[in-house]
């Protein structure tokens, strides 16, 4: 290894925090590094590929190594490098907010950009109530949102997370926010106290936790629900049949803005452009991020329905609200190209015709004692392990620590293959690749976890 690899690895060790991460892992080992990508594959500083599972973190949908997404880039920012989109425009922001309008479903027709994900759940909450003010319900600042959910870092989305160890060092938070059962219905038998109700009988037991809700906060106190297409934290819950219906409906019912939280969905993760396209619901609200440039340049945005616009559109009125790097040229730009990608190559299509491969491939694995539930949609799947098939008894907190940070994530990714194994709820394993990734990179991913889950049953 030459000395320049060496001082980078020194450099991330002595002065690099990561996100997420027990630096105590890496107190008498180096630091992962990663120096670069090609298609579905990544490479770290010693020349060892591995197979991405993940997308870097559910982002690059075109795949590494788009050099058309770096020129874009490099155009933009000798044409433009930066303005704000404080009382001005500039020409990207305004053709991609044109574009994803047109994308978009219903009359969502107005684009709030920000820089990610987080800052676009919290841009949406703060429309939320200030609308509410603006129209003459004052009262209407709460948010419902799913157990186990994850909606972001800033201090309002992190208060409309429901992962409680992720809370708890930065309390007290946000208050208005209320929380109720997700659509995980492999577990609906200990979620309702009901033994045997189908997914369709499921997904509207778990709706109907949303108006109960709604009543006991009183409806003249609730401005939104927040929920995710597919759920990510818990390990992929997929709505059963008529769930998003129903809490369209709900909504309706009670004047509730319906906020469909796609940061991670949209953008062909599941097949679709957006949630909406692929269970039938048209929300108030779009939150979205990461594969709107596949990671090429750091973007989000609020994508909201026309009619919130309206208290803004005369008068003094302002949404005092924004981001410096919200909607940048170069981000902008990127976007652009990126969406130009999936118009080219079909990616959605590439995603909805290699779907059934890719579940067939995660569903061979059922017949591993360790694997208890295969869920998932598009390219966005989760594997939930068990210690019990049967009777479907999940690990001790101290069982998957040792399952999941003392075996899993290290042989997964000395296998080859980048992937995550997670606890926030049951211990599972999520796998999200590119959407450029077909047959050939399925098979070696069912190879590599049934070779790796196998080893760790048996150290169980």
Known sequence: MTQPDNDILKAAHDHL?????????????????????????????????????????FVVQAGHGRSELAEAAAKQAQELAFFPLWSYAHPKAAELADRLAALAPGDLNRVFFT?????????????????????????????VSRQIAYHGTPQGALSITGIPAFKQMFEPLVPGSIRVP????????????????????????????????????????VAAVFAEPVQNAGGCFPPPAGYWRRLREICDEYDVL?????????????GTMFGGEKYDYVPDIITCAKG?????????????????????K??????AHGYTFGGHPVSAAVALANLDIFEREDLLGHVTKNEPLFQATLDGLRDLPIVGDVRGAGYFWGIELVKDKTTKETFTAEESERLLRGFLSKALFDAGLYCRADDRGDPVIQLAPPLVAGPQEFEEIGS????????AWARL
């Not at 992962?32 to 590929?49: A, C, F, L, N, Q």
Request: with cysteine; hydrophobic share 35%.
């Open 258 to 270: 319906l906020v469909s939280d796609e940061v991670i969905c949209a953008f062909g993760r599941l």
């Open 115 to 143: 820089t990610g994900g987080g800052e676009a759940v919290e841009s949406a909450w703060k429309l939320a109530k200030q609308y509410f003010k603006l129209t003459g319900k004052p009262l209407k600042h709460k948010v």
């Open 17 to 57: 925090w990561l996100h997420f991460t027990r630096h105590s892992s890496y107190q008498q080992s180096e630091i992962p590094t990663i120096v670069r990508g090609e298609g579905s594959y990544i490479y770290d500083i010693h020349g060892k590929r591995y197979l991405d599972g993940l997308a870097g973190l």
């Open 448 to 455: 590599i976890l049934r070779t790796v889950l196998t080893e």
């Open 182 to 221: 997700n659509t995980n219905h492999y577990r609906a038998d200990e979620i309702t106290g009901v033994k045997g109700m189908t997914p369709e009988e499921y997904g509207i037991w778990a709706a109907d936790r949303v108006a109960r809700a709604i009543e006991m906060e009183g409806p003249d106190t």
């Open 314 to 319: 005369s008068g003094e009125e302002m949404f």
């Open 292 to 312: 709107l440039t596949s990671g090429y340049s750091p973007i989000g945005a609020m994508i909201a329905h026309e009619r919130l616009f309206e208290p803004f």
